[in-house]
Each structure stands twice: as C-alpha cells, then as structure tokens.
C-alpha cells in the first residue's frame, strides 16, 4: 500500500544538481547525468485550500496538481538537464567566453510537465481526478522524473 500525498511533501528531480547556478564548469554534461547529489534539497508540493477532502488537516493531490508556480515551485536547484533550453544557451555563451574550450553551466530549474502525475490512484478519486500516492511520477519535458520524497500522510494507506 502507498501513501496519499499531501499538501507540503517533499518532492525532487531526478536532474537536480547542488552546483551553483550560472557558474561555468569544464567539460559537457555526461549522458546519464540523473543521480541526485546527497546534498540537493527537495521541493514542497502546494496544494490549494479549496481542495475539500483532506489527510491529517491537509488538501490531498490529485494527478492534475502539476501546474508549475501554483503546485510546484520552481526548483531552487540547479538543472544538470542537456535539454533544458537554458542550459544550452548558457553553455554556448561560456564555451565561446573561453575561447572554444567546452564548458558547461547549469541554470536554475524553471520545469516544463507536458502531462498529469502518473500513475496516481484511479480507485480513489478526489475532484474526479485520481488521488496522488507516493509512488506517482511526474515527467518533465527537459527529461527530469519528479518524485515523492516524503509526504506527512505517513499513517494513512490508499491503493
């Protein structure tokens, strides 16, 4: 059984990177640059108070909660994304500042989400969408996987 998920979860990226925004490192990015530094701090999940139906005091997510500034915060981190558009645009710029030698600069992460948070719960319904569980992943467009950390609903137990 997994867990609802609540307002104020923890969530995280699956390409967040503890280096500091804007500052240019030598080298491109590795291919399958997606393990998340130990020191990378999650995010929280936000979930508006008209939601009705609530865990432990706090609106429970639906799938649908995956709108960028009123759900999800932009992540404070780093993007370590080859296919953030920001991040290349800042490379290239570093790159050409060095006199052609590769140089790569990771840029704060504004996410794009193409679609809802999968697979959710689709026995328990919470405004006709499916209810959000800890086992639920969200994709973003420039490749990252947004995952559930921790979500306060510990005790409580859905499909």
């Known amino acids: 059984m997994a867990n609802p998920v609540v307002n104020?979860?923890?969530?995280?990226?699956?390409?967040?990177?503890?280096?500091?925004?804007?500052?240019?490192?030598?080298?491109?990015?590795?291919?399958?640059?997606?393990?998340?530094?130990?020191?990378?701090?999650?995010?929280?999940?936000?979930i508006l108070p008209t939601v009705t139906i609530k865990f432990g005091g706090q609106p429970v997510a639906t799938?649908?909660?995956?709108?960028?500034?009123v759900n999800i915060k932009p992540f404070q981190m780093s993007c370590k994304s080859p296919a953030n558009p920001a991040n290349a645009t800042a490379s290239a710029?570093?790159?050409?500042?060095?006199?052609?030698?590769?140089?790569?600069?990771?840029?704060?992460?504004v996410p794009v989400f193409p679609g809802p948070w999968a697979p959710g719960c689709p026995t328990c319904l919470a405004g006709n969408f499916?209810?959000?569980?800890?086992?639920?992943?969200?994709?973003?467009?420039?490749?990252?996987?947004?995952?559930?950390?921790?979500?306060?609903?510990?005790?409580?137990?859905?499909?």
């Open 93 to 109: 710029s570093a790159t050409a500042a060095a006199m052609g030698t590769p140089m790569t600069v990771v840029t704060p992460c």
């Open 63 to 69: 799938s649908m909660d995956n709108k960028v500034g």
């Open 130 to 159: 499916p209810l959000l569980n800890n086992t639920s992943k969200l994709m973003c467009s420039y490749g990252g996987v947004i995952s559930i950390q921790m979500t306060p609903a510990i005790l409580i137990n859905v499909p």
């Open 8 to 46: 104020g979860a923890f969530i995280q990226c699956s390409f967040a990177s503890s280096q500091p925004p804007g500052v240019p490192m030598p080298g491109p990015f590795p291919a399958t640059a997606t393990a998340l530094p130990p020191s990378a701090v999650p995010n929280s999940i936000s």
